[in-house]
């Protein structure tokens, strides 16, 4: 069983009632991935520091601490591929992995500290030094010294070129695996001192998969419920499990229904939306407003790609001057209401002149 939770247990990602990636004993999808490490472990040759990227919510960090427990539970690895990485849940390692108490392994993370009221904005670092202490020694059992980034976008400047000093010159036997949901706009010179690992977004089945076979306390969903997260998911399990909320599905459902008839815009309930949309903690609920409208966008440049591109392009624009401006609303704590009237106007106008 995944170690329990106390009430200031809490980390950048986490899932209600869902265990977190360093808890999970299986990886659904990403064979390739995984046999791409089971070769390198099995070659002798295991590259120091891997960039595993990719969307998010997909198991990348489910991936990297699978390796981690796979290396620390076996210090010596047989010369031949192993065909699975996978470690038994009741083996110490796991256990240790589980609950980051593993002497050999440090997740680099935001995460609370004990007496905060909220989760850090950014792994500053201080924190970064304190994880990257772990080089300085000598690991047990001559195994492996192992750093997971989860993610590398939470790294500040600071803490970045901490981590890429280490990355430049590793310690023997040390490995660091760096997720990354846009490793495009990481330091270039931490992209080029690792192996790039790019793992796409999972099948609905897989997600399908995945959810139903979540253990408790969650609850398996209705399987109307259940098809419906997995279809509007795009590959992503964290992204499934906020459409089971029923406040996110109903938000969607909204806003599917607004842009039915973008073409005419009802301003009343686009003004409700906006209202809703502009609390302090509405940010998941903004966020599956904007994955609605680019899956409209989307559906809308499919159904019409037979039109010349120049028609097309003014959708493509919206999406474009949408996502600068959520950025720049999220990093200067900007009222998001004008963002979801200016959306939907230039939505409109765009599917017009389209």
């Given at each position: ?18 265990p977190r990636p360093r808890e999970s004993a299986t ?328």
């Amino acid at each position: 069983m995944p170690p329990e939770r106390t009430a200031d247990d809490a980390e950048a990602g986490d899932l209600a009632d869902v265990p977190r990636p360093r808890e999970s004993a299986t990886l659904v999808g990403h064979a390739a991935a995984e046999a791409a490490f089971a070769g390198a472990i099995a070659s002798g040759r295991l590259h120091h520091a891997w960039l595993i990227g990719g969307p998010q919510g997909i198991g990348k960090a489910t991936l990297a601490y699978r390796v981690a427990r796979y290396l620390l539970a076996n210090p010596d690895p047989d010369p031949a591929p192993p065909r699975s990485l996978a470690v038994d849940p009741a083996h110490p390692v796991a256990r240790k992995v589980a609950a980051l108490s593993h002497p050999n392994l440090v997740a680099l993370r935001r995460h609370r500290l004990p007496g905060a009221k909220a989760l850090p904005t950014k792994i500053g670092v201080d924190a970064a030094r304190r994880a990257l202490d772990l080089f300085g020694a000598t690991a047990g059992n001559a195994g492996y010294r192992i750093c997971i980034v989860d993610s590398a976008e939470d790294l500040n400047p600071n803490s970045a070129n901490a981590l890429l000093k280490m990355v430049e010159e590793p310690p023997p036997h040390s490995l660091f695996l760096i997720v990354s949901h846009a490793p495009g706009r990481l330091l270039p010179t931490i992209r080029s001192r690792c192996r790039a690992l790019a793992l796409r977004p999972l099948a609905e089945a897989e997600v399908t998969q995945v959810l139903s076979g979540l253990p408790a306390p969650f609850r398996a969903p209705e399987a109307a419920s259940l098809a419906r997260a997995a279809a509007l998911s795009e590959g992503s399990v964290a992204r499934a499990v906020a459409m089971l909320d029923p406040a996110t599905a109903g938000l969607v459902t909204e806003v599917e229904a607004l842009l039915a008839g973008i073409e005419r815009p009802d301003w009343r309930r686009i003004l409700a939306l906006a209202e809703k949309l502009a609390g302090r903690d509405a940010e998941p609920l903004f966020e599956a407003s904007l994955d609605t409208v680019y899956r409209f966008v989307s559906s809308e440049l499919d159904r019409r790609r037979a039109e010349p591109p120049a028609r097309l392009a003014a959708l493509v624009e919206v999406c474009d001057k949408t996502a600068r401006a959520a950025r720049e609303a999220a990093t200067y704590n900007l009222d998001r209401r004008p963002l979801v009237l200016s959306l939907f106007g230039d939505l409109a106008g765009a599917v017009r002149a389209a």
